[in-house]
Structure formats: C-alpha cells, structure tokens
C-alpha cells in the first residue's frame, strides 16, 4: 500500500455502515415499548451477545484518550465471543474494524460515534483497541469470560494513520 492507502478518514457511525462489523446501541426513533408506569422508553435486544461456551461479564476499562490524527499498527480480534464498548460519559470515541481475509485483518475504517451511542463487536471481527477522544475513558464491556484463548493480536508492518 503507499503511503496515501495508510490514512484512514473516519465516517460517522451508523448502523447500516456499521452492519459487517457488529451492532450499533443506541435510543433512536420510538421506543419498543414503554416501561415503569410510562417513565421509560425500552429499546429492546439491539446487541448479538454471543459467548459460545463461556458467559456473558462485565468489565469496567480506563483508557487514556488519544488524539487526532491519531497512528496505529495494531488490532485484535475475539474469536470465542463477542465484546461490546459501553461509554460511562457523553463523549464520542473513534471506532476502528477490518475485514477478515483469511485470517488477516484487511485496510481499517474508522467511525466517530455520536453521544449516546455504544457498539458491539462480533464475534472474530477484527478491531482496534478502545479508543477515547476524551478524559474520562472510562467505558462498559460486556464480553465472553471462560476457557480457551479468546484474544487474537495482529500487527500491521506499517502504521496507519486516523485524521479527519
């Protein structure tokens, strides 16, 4: 690839162009129904949580925020379950995912989430480590705990670049 193939500018997250990678979460459009005497609107199973033979867990992650234009060179991928980013503040973050091609990761896209919005992963999707744009990275994730390595690392022979 040249040097003009390594940047990567990121589109905003929707679920149509989100669709290869995973789920996007978010409260848009009317609720599936509406809960608590009428105080909540429920929006019903928008995530595919699968977690093959272990079980679903909630962690709670602390990243430190980068900024753009932002280089990286390495994703990962969870072959045994799917992993979901919950932010625990209204701050956007940068969300990177590639194609599988046989085994190894294709070129990146990027997309900015929008407040409110959360992703998950499928499962074996590659995809770039938890990134923030802003303090507090503090962020949600539900993904599979049990037996087996569940962590795939790949390492790009040259970095790609993230700019708007």
Not at 27 to 39: A, L, R, S, V
């Amino acid at each position: 690839m040249s040097g003009s193939d390594r940047h990567i500018t990121p589109r905003p997250l929707t679920a149509e162009a989100f669709a290869p990678f995973g789920d996007v979460l978010e409260c848009e459009g009317d609720p599936d129904m509406i809960i608590n005497q009428g105080m909540c609107g429920r929006f019903h199973d928008l995530a595919k949580l699968d977690f093959g033979e272990g079980r679903a867990g909630i962690s709670l992650f602390n990243a430190i925020p980068r900024e753009l234009p932002y280089t990286f060179d390495l994703v990962e991928r969870h072959p045994l379950g799917s992993q979901a980013f919950v932010p625990m503040s209204e701050h956007p973050f940068l969300v990177i995912v590639a194609h599988d091609l046989g085994n190894t990761p294709g070129k990146p896209h990027a997309f900015f989430t929008k407040s409110g919005q959360c992703i998950n992963f499928h499962r074996g999707i590659w995809h770039g480590v938890l990134t923030p744009l802003h303090a507090p990275g503090m962020f949600a994730v539900i993904d599979r705990i049990g037996d087996g390595n569940n962590l795939e690392e790949y390492q790009f022979g040259e970095p790609f670049v993230v700019q708007p």
